[in-house]
């Protein structure tokens, strides 16, 4: 992952950095960090050629200077199904909102190799005939959540893609840049799979240093106020 970003959130700390964050809601419009003693609920938006939310809930690690979340299943609102209705037609019709989202749409077989696209017509419906042979369908369009469904006979779906990413078993990991009584620096350097790989410090500046030399899109500065 190649997007680089640093975000200055307001935290009330000690000058002591490990294990000093205090517990709170830090918000800025849209973007919010929500602390308590072992998780985190956040919400931040990365900038590039597009602007696009982030999102997830987690526990966290401090080591040294850097700050790991280690995100798990995500109870909020996401990209979903969010109806079906009984159908008497052999063709499965699939309504994708919002209309103006221009998803990609790609149906695997059970053994998830892609075999079919699909592509919604002008009122946002695909329609996927028995011949297709599809077990599951992807949904992705930039800037919105992804999401993988399946569609059982005799139905049509309704399925709502939500704006931004939502991160799932999966660690993040921010480089402590600077901080006093009043604010935070974070730089985000690395999101992997869960349970990838085991951090130490070593390892983490490592990662630091490799992600100095490949930073390429503007800085995003945040103020978050704590609630």
């Known amino acids: ?66 700050l790991i979340i280690y995100t798990t299943k995500y109870a909020g609102i996401k990209s979903r199904v969010l109806d079906s209705v009984p159908s008497n037609l052999e063709l499965i019709k699939v309504h994708v909102l919002p209309i103006d989202t221009f998803p990609v749409a790609v149906g695997k077989n059970s053994k998830g190799k892609v075999v079919k696209g699909y592509t919604p017509n002008q009122l946002g419906y695909i329609t996927i005939t028995p011949d297709d042979n599809i077990k599951s369908v992807v949904f992705s369009s930039l800037g919105y959540d992804p999401l993988t469904t399946h569609f059982g006979k005799d139905f049509d779906y309704t399925v709502n893609l939500v704006e931004g990413e939502t991160f799932e078993n ?41 992600r100095d030399k490949n930073t390429f899109n503007t800085q995003t500065l945040l103020e978050l106020n704590r609630r």
Not at 11 to 30: T, W
Not at 49 to 63: D, N, P
């Open 1 to 66: 992952m190649r997007t680089f970003t640093i975000v200055f959130f307001t935290f009330l700390l000690q000058p002591n950095l490990v294990a000093q964050i205090s517990e709170g809601n830090y918000v800025s419009n849209q973007e919010f960090f929500t602390i308590t003693q072992d998780s985190i609920n956040f919400q931040f938006e990365i900038k590039s050629a597009f602007t696009i939310t982030h999102r997830g809930i987690g526990s966290y690690q401090i080591i040294d200077n850097f």
């Open 170 to 210: 999966k660690n993040l990991v921010f480089a402590i840049n600077e901080l006093d009584q009043n604010f935070i620096s974070l730089s985000l350097l690395e999101v992997l799979d869960k349970n990838e790989k085991e951090y130490t410090i070593k390892s983490l500046n490592k990662l630091k240093r490799k």
